[in-house]
Every structure is written in C-alpha cells, then in structure tokens.
C-alpha cells in the first residue's frame, strides 16, 4: 500500500487515536462530582476537538515544516516548537489508534468470567412490539425514543447465580432483586415502568430488593417512586441509595417518597439488618456526589458486608473495606454498544473497566446493571435491564 490509500488508513488509526484519547478524558470527567454546566459543555468541546483532526490532518500536511527540510539535507536542528507537538501529538495518536486500542478490545473480548459466576440467564422482552406510541410519553426528548434501532423498550430480565465463598449457610439460594437507573422524567411513560413491574411482580418474590439510585430527571417525578417502585416486595428487606441525578432534584424529597414506599433508605450509612435469621451489614456509598463516604469504622466484618454504590468507581473502596457483594448501575453498560467494540463513553474514572458484568478482586464481588432508563433516552445494543441475583455458597478446597 502505498502513496494516497497507505496515507489515508494512518489518518484513520489516528484518528481513532484521538477520538480514544478525548473520550477516556470525558469519561474521565463524567465519573467526577464537577458541575453540570461544565461537563455539558465540556461534552461540547469534545466533540467539537473529535470532529476538527481532520482539518488539523491537512493543516500538518500543508504546514511548511522547515526542520523537515533541514533533516533532509543533514542538518538537524531542535523544531520549532509548535511543528514538534503537532507531530508528536499525531504520533501518540497512532500508538492509542494503532497499539493501546486493539489491544484493550481483544482483552476485554477474552476477559474470562470471574469464579463467582456460575451463570447468567437472560430473558428479553420487548415491550414497544406489545404497546407501541403509548410508551413514549412527553419527557426529555422524545423523538430520540423514536429512533429507529433505539431499543429503549427491549427490557432484559437477567437470573444471575453467584457462588460466593464466605455466604452463611442460611443464605444459599437467597435472591435480590436489583433495580438501577430508572431515570423518571416522563420518556419512557408511566406504562413502561408498570409494565415492567408487573413482569417482575409474576415471579417469586425476593428476599432483597435493592434500588441502585438514579430516581429522577425532574423536580416533579418523584411522584412515581410510591405507585411504580413501591409495588415491589421483598421477603427480608427493600433497601435504596441515591444516584448522582436524584442530586439535582430534591434529594430529601426523593430519600422521603423512598422511605413512604416501604425502603430503608441507606444514604452514604451502614445499617445493620437480620436476613434469614443471619446479621448483614448494609453499607450505602453514594459516592462521589454525596459526601462524606460511609465509615465502616467498629461494624463487623463478619458474617456478610453487602454494599449497594451507585457508581462501579467505588469497586476498589468496596475491596478496601472487605465488602463481600457490591451493587452498582450508573453507567448504563455505556447507552451505546458498538460491535465487537463494545461500549464507547462510560461516566466513570476507569473508562470502559467497569461498564457492565460481574468483576472479583480480593474476595470482593461487585456486579455492575445496566439500569432501566436514562435522562437520554437511547439505548443501542445496550438492552434496559432488571436483574435477579441467587446467592449459593462456593465451596473452596
Ligand atoms: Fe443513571
């Protein structure tokens, strides 16, 4: 390959490249507690920055370059300073599109289940084919629901089992319900979350419900926690944490309408609960919206540290503190999946790590939702999800 074609694929591994570089920035970014109004602009920017390397392509193409003349005729002498980041700058560019890219592809493409995970049923259901236009409601841009393949209303009830080595006895087989990310603003409308309930309600009934955060989009929705997310039960316990959205809306009146629904309302606390007869330590992080993190200091570590995070960024926290089950929603396994790719912008420090799935470390076994909703309501090969998790004890040789 040679001349314009061969000039033309190092254009595109560049501009890969780029576009991974200031994307993992905004991802980056989007996993901090920064201000609304920056991060919206900032998404701005970047794409903005993505959009205009072509032009700063043609601009090194076009740009007279005399230390280059001078490297010709043997007589290198330092560039001037401007030409040297340009050039350098493209070059990291070629090693990210180029290297560092495929390289994390293939390796979360091969990531092998942790042990904890004895397997992973999924059952999808899609509710547009069973009630079409009225799902759609008057929320925040609706005709982005409209998109064709958008697959907002193609609802993934996923069984989960996880064998976990220090479950008491009295746990095996116990179940939570986990909920994440339900987003209410009026898209999806009300008939999309009962729908979903209902479904839920039609199998057996938890032991635990857990809401991961992420209530509301308005300053009104918060009329929906009771009718919709208070229909739920649970055999032990309905536990909740606020998301980094409830934040923006009166998180006070969303702790209330979740207390007023049957939910013990854990904030950035530790609780302790009786579970089948068994103690349970129930930590909420609602971290790094909501401050300070939970102190953990004098509650026991024994028999079972169960923590519900709204973020996966608190993974290392929840290993840290000897968590031995860890659920989190928040990043919506990315809203958009591209083939083979994978998720592309995920609000987390870590980037695309954690953007979905099961992850063990140190006897510590975090398991990442994809949620309901969003305050954008889109979704591509990235199905809502509700999960059911059955505990059963490993046994360790
Ligand atoms: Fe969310």
């Known amino acids: 390959m040679t001349g314009t074609p061969l000039l033309l694929v190092v254009a595109a591994v560049a501009w890969v490249g780029h576009a991974c570089v200031w994307t993992a920035l905004l991802s980056n970014l989007f996993g901090r507690p920064l201000p609304k109004p920056f991060l919206k602009a900032w998404r701005l920017v970047t794409a903005a920055i993505i959009l205009a390397f072509l032009q700063m392509c043609w601009w090194l193409l076009t740009h007279p370059f005399t230390f280059l003349d001078d490297l010709r005729v043997s007589r290198p002498v330092w560039p001037d300073p401007t030409d040297a980041l340009g050039f350098g700058y493209v070059g990291v ?25 004895v397997s992973e049923v999924t ?11 009225p799902l759609i409601g008057d929320g925040k841009m609706p005709f982005v629901a409209r998109l064709p393949g958008n697959q907002l209303f193609r609802v993934d009830f996923t069984e989960t089992t996880l064998a976990l080595p220090d479950l008491p006895h009295e746990w095996e087989g116990l179940t939570l319900l986990v909920v994440s990310d339900v987003h209410f603003h009026g898209t999806p409308s009300r008939l999309f979350f009962d729908r979903v309930i209902d479904d839920v309600l039609s199998g057996p009934t938890p032991d ?34 606020l998301g980094n959205h409830d934040k923006h809306h009166h998180p006070l009146q969303v702790r209330e309408a979740l207390g007023d629904a049957g939910y013990a309302v854990i904030g950035n606390g530790v609780q302790t609960l009786t579970v089948r007869g068994v103690p349970c330590v129930v930590v909420g992080h609602e971290g790094p919206w909501f401050v300070p993190p939970p102190d953990l200091t004098g509650a026991p570590t024994e028999p079972f540290r169960l923590c519900l995070s709204h973020t996966p960024d608190n993974f290392y926290w929840g290993v840290a503190n000897q968590i031995d089950l860890m659920l989190c929603g928040h990043v919506h396994g990315g809203a958009i999946r591209v083939p083979v790719v994978g ?3 995920v609000p987390s420090i870590y980037g695309r790590r954690f953007d979905q799935g099961v992850f063990e470390r140190a006897g510590t076994v975090m398991v990442v939702g994809r949620g309901l909703s969003g305050k954008e309501p889109l979704r591509f090969r990235c199905n809502p999800q509700v999960m059911r998790i059955t505990l059963v004890r490993r046994v360790t040789r």
Do not use: M, N
């Open 123 to 133: 059952r999808t259901r899609d509710l547009w084919a069973e009630f079409g236009e």
């Open 208 to 241: 635990l419900v857990c809401l991961i955060g992420d209530y509301v989009d308005t300053d009104t929705h918060q009329e929906w926690i009771g009718p919709v997310l208070g229909r739920l039960s649970a055999t032990g316990a309905k536990l909740a944490i």
């Open 343 to 345: 998720s592309i912008f």
């Open 93 to 117: 560019c070629l090693v990210v599109g180029g290297l560092v890219f495929p390289a994390i592809t293939v390796l979360r493409l091969t990531r092998k289940p942790p042990p904890c995970l």
